[in-house]
């Protein structure tokens, strides 16, 4: 069933059901409140710096205590920590994306997102572009009453990633 169809459910039924990547998620929406077009502008604003790359400012809309979850379940806790970790990640591929396609207000303080994202191993290019990946990827987020973010919880595909970063590991180890 295509999305429009979904959506049209969704008018019959008012029963809130999001298909993404085979996934049929379930939301209790409320109308937009300033509260909520906030925290929207909030994550803009986050996915922003992270496509600018910008490790140190990504630090400033994050608690102290934030966490991070990845795909494979690991968890990084604290701000410092995360914000390192994304540094890292520029590092290893030099032209991460996040492409936002969705952002959905779950309720408020909380944020379900979708969309894709994006990267070359070291920067590597080839002719036939094997060390580039583009995967979906959803992204459910919490952020603070003060508008800081508490926790960004990822899901996609980490296969093809791995993939590249394993080929690249083995061929310079010869």
């Known amino acids: 069933?295509?999305?429009?169809?979904?959506?049209?459910?969704l008018l019959k039924k008012r029963v809130p059901l999001v298909l993404?990547?085979?996934?049929?998620?379930?939301?209790?929406?409320?109308?937009?409140?300033?509260?909520?077009?906030?925290?929207?502008?909030?994550?803009?604003?986050?996915?922003?710096?992270?496509?600018?790359?910008?490790?140190?400012?990504?630090?400033?809309?994050?608690?102290e205590d934030f966490i991070f979850t990845d795909s494979r379940g690991?968890?990084?806790?604290?701000?410092?920590?995360?914000?390192?970790?994304?540094?890292?990640?520029?590092?290893?591929?030099?032209?991460y994306t996040l492409e936002v396609k969705e952002v959905i207000t779950v309720k408020p303080g909380s944020i379900a997102a979708f969309g894709y994202i994006s990267g070359t191993y070291k920067g590597m290019t080839t002719n036939v572009n094997e060390n580039y990946w583009r995967v979906p990827v959803a992204w459910r987020v919490f952020i603070s009453p003060n508008g800081?973010?508490?926790?960004?919880?990822?899901?996609?595909?980490?296969?093809?990633?791995?993939?590249?970063?394993?080929?690249?590991?083995a061929d310079s180890d010869f």
């Open 74 to 95: 690991q968890v990084l806790n604290g701000c410092e920590r995360v914000a390192s970790g994304w540094k890292q990640l520029f590092n290893t591929f030099p032209d």
């Open 148 to 169: 800081k973010l508490k926790s960004w919880e990822e899901y996609h595909d980490t296969k093809i990633i791995h993939e590249i970063i394993e080929s690249n590991q």
């Open 1 to 9: 069933m295509s999305m429009f169809a979904y959506r049209i459910l």
């Open 20 to 63: 993404y990547m085979g996934l049929t998620f379930m939301f209790i929406t409320r109308c937009n409140t300033p509260s909520t077009e906030n925290e929207k502008v909030t994550f803009q604003q986050f996915t922003d710096l992270l496509n600018e790359h910008k490790a140190p400012a990504l630090a400033t809309f994050l608690e």
